[in-house]
Nanobody, 120 residues
Framework: QVQLAESGGGLAQPGGSLRLSCAFS????????MSWYRQAPGKERELVAS????????NYADSVKGRFTISRDNVKNTVYLQMNSLKPEDTAVYYC?????????????WGQGTQVTVSS
């Protein structure tokens, strides 16, 4: 069974930075694509950034390109989201996701979320 635990959220000022971490426990972290999603009050959950299993290719929402960086450490079983030049509209609960396709169907896991608030 896979478990994901996010950390690193909190309060930041506009223009500031935060680094989120997501610790993966379970089997074969390197076989999962990892993503960060966020959900602001009254809005749908949206994809922020994703990183592939092996090559580490990344993809970002247009709203965070050039400001956020996703990375993974396949030794520490951890995925990170470095968030720079934060804006008030980045305020949301941020969720870590692990996903992989298998012969017996897709596997999809979520963390409990960590609150990020950007305010002066």
């Amino acid at each position: 069974q896979v478990q994901l635990a996010e950390s690193g959220g909190g309060l930041a000022q506009p223009g500031g930075s935060l680094r989120l971490s997501c610790a993966f426990s379970g089997f074969s972290f390197s076989s999962y694509a990892m993503s960060w999603y966020r959900q602001a009050p009254g809005k749908e959950r949206e994809l922020v950034a994703s990183i592939t299993r092996i090559s580490g290719s990344t993809n970002y929402a247009d709203s965070v390109k050039g400001r956020f960086t996703i990375s993974r450490d396949n030794v520490k079983n951890t995925v990170y989201l470095q968030m720079n030049s934060l804006k008030p509209e980045d305020t949301a609960v941020y969720y870590c996701n692990a996903a992989r396709e298998a012969v017996d169907g897709p596997y999809d896991y979520w963390g409990q979320g960590t609150q990020v608030t950007v305010s002066s």
